[in-house]
């Protein structure tokens, strides 16, 4: 098992920085995907990044440019710096980690507001 627990949401304004961090812990061996999701109100779930053990990342076209998905093995945790955020951004953050095998583990999630 993995337990994931997201940090970093919160409130801010159009335009402005946010930091979300996504701590491992348990069995986190064999870990082949780290990814961030999203859900809006009344809306599905939707991708917005990931990176590959190898390091390879990819962006929702929505979020390339503005968004950065990183790891620190050595701490266990994935980050998603997210910065000129727009309102259309806000959203419950979800941190996902994924085996070879197909087990997915999913965090509580984080919330993000943009607004002024």
């Known amino acids: 098992q993995v337990q994931l627990v997201e940090s970093g949401g919160g409130l801010v304004q159009p335009g402005g920085s946010l930091r979300l961090s996504c701590a491992a812990s348990g069995s986190i061996s064999n870990i082949f995907a780290r990814a961030w999701y999203r859900q809006a109100p009344g809306k599905q779930r939707e991708l917005v990044a990931s990176?590959?053990?190898?390091?390879?990342?990819n962006y929702a076209d929505s979020v390339k440019g503005r968004f950065t998905i990183s790891r620190d093995t050595a701490k266990n945790t994935v980050y998603l710096q997210m910065n000129s955020l727009k309102s259309e951004d806000t959203a419950v953050y979800y941190c996902?980690?994924?085996?070879?095998?197909?087990?997915?583990?999913w965090g509580q999630g984080t919330q993000v507001t943009v607004s002024s």
């Open positions: 996902n980690f994924r085996r070879l095998s197909g087990e997915t583990y």
């Open positions: 990176i590959m053990s190898g390091g390879m990342t």
